[in-house]
Nanobody, 118 residues
Framework: VQLAESGGGLVQPGGSLRLSCATS????????MSWFREAPGAEREFVAS??????HYKNSVKGRFTISRDNAKNTLYLQMNSLKPEDTALYHC??????????????WGQGTQVTVSS
């Protein structure tokens, strides 16, 4: 199993980025997937998740971020719009060991850095 994030970068406040998490070694459609982030000096926090037809978001990103997946491409996405400086963090994708939320992620990517600054 491998997870590899990409798509991060430097963006101005109000801008957009789309993060990708390329996966291999498992059927993406069969597992609960999430995005987390780590800001400097802060603990890792949940950002968004996707299961069978359901999605969940951290309150502060609702309406701005959208999680999705392309099972044919084995890729998980996080579309981020209206970015704010407080969204600056290292973003990770993570895989649950089941199709539903368990809270015990078994695989993580290395992360992609998002910096929101003017």
């Amino acid at each position: 199993v491998q997870l590899a994030e990409s798509g991060g970068g430097l963006v101005q406040p109000g801008g957009s980025l789309r993060l990708s998490c390329a996966t291999s070694g498992f059927d993406l459609n069969s597992y609960y997937m999430s995005w987390f982030r780590e800001a400097p000096g802060a603990e890792r926090e949940f950002v968004a998740s996707i299961g069978y037809g359901d999605t969940h978001y951290k309150n502060s990103v609702k309406g701005r971020f959208t999680i999705s997946r392309d099972n044919a491409k084995n890729t998980l996405y996080l579309q981020m719009n209206s970015l704010k400086p407080e969204d600056t963090a290292l973003y990770h994708c993570a895989k649950e060991p089941a199709s539903d939320y368990v809270g015990n992620y078994d695989y993580w990517g290395q992360g992609t850095q998002v910096t929101v600054s003017s």
